[in-house]
């Protein structure tokens, strides 16, 4: 079904390696396993991948160091795979540039259905044939691009999923459970820390002061607004 999605597969341990790696063959997807850094590096910087499943603890290059040096464009989606499973370790993948994070031991169905959701994102949303701009942040929703200042600013497929929402309903209030539910998926809407960290990684990357923010405005404790209200004009 889906062969085109080409996917990495970061993981030193043989046995959890072939595991992985045979769902998603039967999975229909286009993957390749590497069991260090070292290669997951050089397969990264020669080959597009659309998502990467990736261990934390690996040898010579562990995965904070490939999450940190992800530089492709487009960039790839990131599910950390780890055994550790600490909210803290959680936190920090997701804070760092990871779009989910699945502990060891799971099963193939669940594997499946993240890698799905992550995937899914990633598809442009149909009709929507404009730019929004607010303050010198413009968001292009037809080239899905967006710039601060005139520089393309890079974004995740995450990213640019929860950008999406905001913009293309922009000066209205999107709130916690609808946000979660249309970029992360139904099954999330409860996991308000998803939400949290990708709008901290939005503000860094597209607000002049990441604590003062003006294009992706906090609406008390109903959401979330990209620019000022409607009919806000003094903002504007
Ligand atoms: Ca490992």
Not at 64 to 79: G, H, N
Not at 165 to 187: K, N
Request: charged letters at 25%.
């Amino acid at each position: 079904m889906n062969d085109s999605d080409r996917l990495l597969l970061v993981e030193d341990d043989p046995g959890l390696r072939q595991a992985i790696l045979s769902a998603l063959v039967q999975g229909g997807y286009n993957a390749v396993a590497v069991p260090d850094g070292i290669q997951a590096a050089q397969r990264l910087r020669s080959e597009m991948f659309d998502l990467i499943l990736l261990d934390l603890g690996l040898p010579f290059v562990d995965g904070w160091e490939i999450l940190a040096q992800l530089e492709a464009q487009p960039l790839p989606s990131v599910i950390v795979i780890s055994a550790r499973g600490s909210e803290g370790e959680k936190v920090r993948a997701l804070d760092s540039g990871a779009d989910d994070y699945l502990t060891k031991p799971f099963g193939a169905d669940e594997l499946l259905a993240r890698i799905r959701a992550v995937l899914r994102r990633v598809r442009p949303s149909p009709g929507t044939q404009q730019s929004v701009r607010c303050g010198d942040v413009v968001v292009d929703l037809t080239a899905r691009v967006a710039s601060r200042g005139g520089e393309e600013v890079r974004l995740t497929p995450t990213e640019w999923a929860l950008l999406t929402e905001l913009a293309e309903h922009a000066g209205a209030t999107m709130e916690h459970r609808t946000l979660l539910a249309r970029v992360w998926g139904p099954e999330y809407v409860g996991d308000r820390q998803y939400l949290r960290t990708f709008i901290q990684r939005l503000r860094r990357k597209l607000e002049r002061d990441p604590a003062n923010p003006t294009v992706i405005i906090t609406v008390g404790r109903h959401g979330y607004r990209f620019g000022p209200m409607i009919g806000d004009a003094a903002q504007t």
